[in-house]
């Protein structure tokens, strides 16, 4: 379970605000037994369902509950709430790539089972979604509030079940009108902050890790900027459990052999990433 270690920091920042100290005590005992653990036990696996239970926001219903008053508290529209939504979904993705495919999918089952109305739950729900609905429930007071904003002039059917009307005016395009490929290559030296793409997440590489397989200069790396979708596309045929897609936050210069595809001016980055990051934890860059 390298990728909860890997995050404990934002995992515990993330139970404080969701459950307060009985949230924090538990996930940092469980985090600690991680380390310490030969292989995953029953306990483990339960305290693990348990875990994403609070990240997915499943008593949050209950106002009995303590994670109910503290999601009172919380912003939708904080920088957090974003950070919660990913770890949620990395999660999911890595518990059932443990190295024993069984065990994995059998926490994945509890954690289904437990959020499934027919098995008692209370039925599964898009947990970023969530949060703004609630943010509704808290307009005036931070929150958004879908019904404030204007309706369009009139709507047609998209064709598709699931989504259903659309305004008349919008249409669909290729990917390439909403972004390009860059290949700005560091030459000169432009930047000098090396990143990294590590479960799911563009960060800065520490300069005392700078060892081993790095290039004898990094003029060879490209320019990555705030806002860019970094791809790793290589290895695709060994390795099916590493997440490929990141979204930058920080300037800086990455290998070249990841795809840098940059967001044109008037698209969100952070649209186009959850919709690569949806592909990229459902496994489809595996059929390509």
């Not at 990395?90 to 089952?109: D, F, N, Y």
Request: glycine share 8%; hydrophobic share 35%; proline share 5%.
């Amino acid at each position: 379970m390298r990728f909860l270690l890997d995050r404990a920091e934002a995992l515990v920042n993330a139970a404080a605000l969701l459950g307060g100290k009985p949230a924090v005590r538990r996930t940092a005992r469980l985090l600690e037994d991680l380390v310490d653990a030969p292989r995953l036990t029953r306990r483990l696996r339960r305290e693990l369902v348990e875990l994403h239970r609070l990240l997915s926001l499943d008593r949050c219903d209950d106002p009995e509950t303590l994670e109910s008053e503290c999601f009172k508290h919380i912003d939708p529209a904080s920088p957090a709430v974003e950070e919660i939504c990913e770890l949620t979904d990395e999660m999911r993705s890595h518990v059932v790539a443990l190295a024993e495919p069984e065990a994995g999918e059998a926490i994945w089952e509890e954690i289904l089972s437990a959020a499934d109305p027919r098995a008692g739950g209370k039925g599964r729900r898009a947990h970023c979604g969530y949060f703004g609905r609630r943010g509704g429930d808290q307009a005036g007071a931070g929150g958004m509030n879908i019904a404030a904003y204007p309706k369009y002039e009139s709507y047609r059917d998209s064709g598709i079940d699931w989504i259903g009307k659309v305004p008349t005016s919008w249409s669909v395009e290729p990917g390439r009108q909403c972004l390009y490929e860059s290949k700005e290559k560091n030459i000169g030296m432009k930047e000098s902050t090396v990143l990294s793409l590590s479960y799911g997440r563009v960060i800065v590489k520490d300069e005392d890790k700078l060892t081993g397989l790095v290039p004898e200069s990094f003029e060879t790396y490209q320019v990555v900027q705030s806002g860019d979708i970094i791809i790793r596309g290589t290895d695709l045929q060994n390795d099916m459990t590493s997440l490929r897609t990141g979204l930058a936050r920080d300037t800086g210069i990455i290998t070249s052999a990841y795809i840098n595809w940059r967001p044109k001016s008037e698209i969100d980055p952070k649209f186009l990433h959850y919709l690569l990051h949806s592909y990229d934890v459902k496994k489809v860059f595996y059929a390509l």
